[in-house]
């Protein structure tokens, strides 16, 4: 159980061009979503937290109009990576949060390469 | 500021021994600290939470304990076996109801058959 998935697994693209990762709670509901990013040898970063049906909160220093993320179900969350450039190349994650647990179940993550 | 450590970035340990990861933090009082595994290339995977009131917590091979005194979390790999080499990582709950967490830069296990 608390399986979580997310699509692409890889993306090459190009500078100035918008990406958009899935990720999908297959077999619960998750209350909360959280999208991270992983550089290379380093610990994740919370980008956002994303809540079905309403606007997701961003951390300090991540910016929202480039990052857009969208919970539109309570078994799906989208990130859109807007406007990319190289800087933005990095390993992107999801988690999802079942009811009132405090775990986290991750998805594989997407691997973004900005050209 | 939360700052969390993980004792080394790299533990090389013979198969069946006990290795033994630290994770200590500083700046803030979680109420949950948690231990993840991440193979490369994937995402991490759960392994164990931990409450502050809770000193010890155990899964099959895996053992937790939480001291809040010396702010550390030692996680243990008993008869530790190949398959165990990954990267475990801690992470601390950021408070205040949120759910988030912070993580802990990661200590890359290999168990060496």
């Known amino acids: 159980g608390a399986v979580v998935s997310q699509h692409p697994s890889w993306v090459i693209c190009k500078s100035g061009t918008s990406v958009k990762i899935e990720c999908r709670s297959l077999?619960?509901?998750?209350?909360?979503m959280f999208w991270y990013r992983q550089f290379p040898k380093q610990s994740l970063m919370l980008m956002a937290t994303?809540?079905?049906?309403?606007?997701?909160?961003?951390e300090q220093g991540v910016e929202k109009d480039k990052f857009l993320i969208n919970h539109a179900s309570l078994t799906l969350s989208t990130l859109t990576v807007t406007s990319a450039h190289p800087e933005d190349s990095s390993f992107y994650i999801c988690?999802?949060?079942?009811?009132?647990?405090?775990?986290?179940?991750f998805g594989p993550g997407t691997r973004l390469t900005v050209t | 500021s939360q700052k969390i450590e993980q004792n080394s970035e790299a533990l090389n340990i013979q198969e069946g021994k006990t290795a033994t990861l630290t994770c200590n933090y500083t700046n803030y009082s979680p109420a949950y600290l948690q231990w993840y595994r991440q193979d490369p290339g994937r995402g991490p995977v759960f392994l164990l939470l931990?409450?502050?009131?809770?000193k010890e917590k155990r899964k099959e091979r895996l053992k937790v304990t939480f001291d809040t005194t010396l702010k550390q979390s030692l996680f243990h790999i008993t008869a530790s076996q190949p398959a165990d080499s990954a990267t475990y990582l801690c992470a601390l709950d950021m408070g205040s109801g949120t759910y988030k967490y912070i993580f802990g830069t990661g200590t890359r296990l290999k168990v060496l058959a």
């Open positions: 988690s999802a949060r079942v009811g009132g647990g405090y775990e986290q179940y």
């Open positions: 994303s809540n079905e049906g309403s606007k997701a909160t961003y």
């Open positions: 931990i409450r502050e009131n809770e």
């Open positions: 077999d619960f509901q998750a209350t909360t």
